[in-house]
């Protein structure tokens, strides 16, 4: 099992930012596609970003324009950074990777991926 571990979530007012990090290894963050996944019980959950192994990435069209995705292999993080934040943004964050190098990954494969954090609250008011 990957072990992801994702950090900066909070409370924010309508319009403002945060910025999501995940903590993943390093085999992970250089061959993995890694991607954020919102869920807020009861609604159906979302694949929000990913970011595919060879760099590509793509969004769910609900955030396109206000959220990047982006990874520092460095540093071995994931980041989702979030402007013009939304009530209807609000849910439960998870960082989710998986092992993908047969073709270039899209938001809808974000809930098939294999290794998931906890995850992290956000909540816009």
């Known amino acids: 099992q990957v072990q992801l571990v994702e950090s900066g979530g909070g409370s924010v007012q309508a319009g403002g930012s945060l910025r999501l990090s995940c903590a993943v290894p390093?085999?992970?963050?250089?061959?993995?596609?890694m991607g954020w996944y919102r869920q807020d019980p009861p609604k159906i959950g979302e694949g929000v970003a990913v970011i595919d192994s060879r760099g590509p990435t793509a969004y769910a069209g609900s955030v396109k324009g206000r959220f990047t995705i982006s990874k520092d292999i460095i540093k071995k993080t994931l980041y989702l950074q979030m402007d013009n934040l939304q009530p209807e943004d609000t849910a439960i964050y998870y960082c989710?990777?998986?092992?993908?190098?047969?073709?270039?990954?899209?938001?809808?494969?974000?809930?098939?991926?294999?290794?998931r954090g906890q995850g992290t609250q956000v909540t816009v008011s």
């Open positions: 989710m990777g998986d092992y993908r190098p047969d073709f270039v990954v899209g938001v809808s494969d974000i809930e098939h991926f294999g290794h």
């Open positions: 390093e085999y992970a963050i250089k061959s993995y596609a």
